[in-house]
C-alpha cells in the first residue's frame, strides 16, 4: 500500500504564495502519475495538476497555469505544488493523490491512493 500525507495549507493574502507538499511511503512511485485535487465547500472535487513521477512531465488545470507548478523530488518521495499569485477562489482543501495508470489523468475517480488533504484559504 502507498500512503500519502499532504502539508504546508495555511492562510494567505489574495496575490501571495503558498507551497503544499506530498509526502509518499509505503510503495515505490516509479510507475505512478501523482496529481493534486482540490475541493471548495458546496462545490466538487477539481483536478489541479499532476506529474509522471518517472519523467516529471507536469498537467495543470487551465484555472491554474501560469501560477502553480507541480514538481517531485523522487529521492524523498515527495510531491510539491508551489502556488503563486493566489485568488480567493483558490479556497479549498487540496488532496494529494496516485496511482499507477489513472486515465485520464484528471479523473478523480481513476486514483487508487488519496491523502488527508491540507486547508488553502486565500483572503481578499
Known amino acids: 500500500q502507498v500512503q500519502l500525507v499532504e502539508s504546508g495549507g495555511g492562510l494567505v493574502q489574495a496575490g501571495g504564495s503558498l507551497r503544499v507538499s506530498c509526502a509518499a511511503s509505503g510503495g515505490t512511485l516509479s510507475h505512478y502519475i501523482m496529481a493534486w485535487f482540490r475541493q471548495a465547500p458546496g462545490k466538487e472535487r477539481e483536478f489541479v495538476a499532476a506529474?509522471?513521477?518517472?519523467?516529471?512531465?507536469?498537467y495543470y488545470a487551465d484555472s491554474v497555469k501560469g501560477r502553480f507548478t507541480i514538481s517531485r523530488d523522487n529521492a524523498k518521495n515527495t510531491m510539491y505544488l508551489q502556488m503563486d499569485s493566489l485568488k480567493p477562489e483558490d479556497t479549498a482543501v487540496y488532496y494529494c493523490?496516485?496511482?499507477?495508470?489513472?486515465?485520464?489523468?484528471?479523473?478523480?475517480?481513476?486514483?487508487?491512493?488519496w491523502g488527508q488533504g491540507t486547508q488553502v484559504t486565500v483572503s481578499s
Open positions: 493523490a496516485g496511482d499507477i495508470q489513472p486515465d485520464p489523468y484528471y479523473n478523480d475517480n481513476d486514483y487508487k491512493y
Open positions: 506529474i509522471s513521477w518517472s519523467g516529471g512531465r507536469p
